[in-house]
């Protein structure tokens, strides 16, 4: 791998980090903000404000890990829990601290 191509490499996974807390992040606002206050207290003005959010949010991630897994060296479990964490609240989260240990072992010399 060159050193292009590894600097590349550890940008991309920087910004996956980044876009996987902002996606699980917008998921746990719609789930445990936006929803309850639609369905407790009558606004749902909140649902329809954080909805599209996460959308874009998702969207970029599933764009952006289309881009990563495309690059190849990335195993069919490892794809499988990059695309399922999407959908699981906190799952964001733990891809993002995977991804950090990946862009680590990338780094390092």
Do not use: C, D
């Not at 996987?20 to 329809?48: C, D, N, W």
């Not at 190849?72 to 799952?91: D, K, N």
Request: aromatic share 6%; charged share 15%.
């Amino acid at each position: 791998m060159t050193p292009e191509q590894r600097t590349e490499e550890l940008a991309q996974l920087q910004r996956m980090r980044a876009i996987s807390l902002i996606e699980a992040s917008t998921l746990l606002l719609l789930v445990l903000v936006a929803v309850p206050l639609k369905h407790l207290a009558g606004l749902a003005i909140a649902t329809r404000i954080m909805g599209p959010v996460h959308g874009l949010a998702f969207l970029t991630y599933v764009w952006m890990l289309i881009q990563l897994v495309s690059a190849g060296g990335w195993s069919r479990s490892e794809i499988t829990r990059l695309v399922l964490a999407a959908f699981i609240p906190f799952g964001g989260f733990v891809n993002a601290q995977v991804l950090a240990r990946r862009q680590a072992r990338l780094a390092a010399p």
